[in-house]
């Protein structure tokens, strides 16, 4: 795989100690300036206490950003699920959503509707969904409840 290449990397972590709505706000100001720097965009999700991140760029911004993201005292219990070359990137620009108690916030409609809605609705008849789509999918459903109010 040559430097220019694109390639995706997601993994999941646990966070490190409890978060409130400032750090989270410190993670995304400070991973939006490393990441605009190293040239990746992505997806970073976090729900009760759980990341998971997807990672797209070429291979040295990505390989640089996991490093950076493997050294933080943020998280622990770092796992890999996916690695490899994808012809496009999934996401443009840098996206996130995060759900602490009732509290869930995007960082824009399209990725709400992407994580809320019928994923096969979402993509169009007939779209294959990439394994990316499909992981991050599966993490949000799994981990960010719905909330009701009693």
């Known amino acids: 795989m040559s430097m220019s290449e ?12 409890s978060l409130g709505a400032r750090d989270v706000a410190a993670i995304l100001e400070k991973s939006t300036q490393m990441n605009q720097h190293d040239g990746v965009h ?7 206490g759980n990341f998971m991140q997807c990672i797209e760029g ?6 640089r950003t996991y490093a950076r993201i ?8 770092v796992i890999e699920l996916l690695r490899g070359p994808v012809t496009r990137r999934q996401f443009t620009g840098w996206n996130w959503a ?8 995007f960082s824009t409609p399209g ?7 019928n994923l096969q609705e ?29």
């Not at 993509?123 to 009701?148: I, M, Q």
């Open 6 to 17: 694109l390639q995706c990397l997601i993994y999941v972590s646990t966070a490190a100690h």
């Open 42 to 48: 992505g997806m970073l999700l976090l729900s009760d």
């Open 58 to 63: 070429d291979v040295s911004g990505v390989e």
């Open 70 to 77: 493997l050294a933080s005292p943020l998280h622990h219990r």
């Open 98 to 105: 995060f759900q602490l108690g009732a509290k869930r916030e």
């Open 111 to 117: 990725i709400r509707q992407f994580l809320e809605s």
């Open 122 to 150: 979402h993509l169009g008849a007939g779209a294959e969904k990439t394994p990316e789509e499909t992981v991050l999918r599966t993490f949000w459903d799994t981990t960010a409840k719905p909330y009701h109010a009693w």
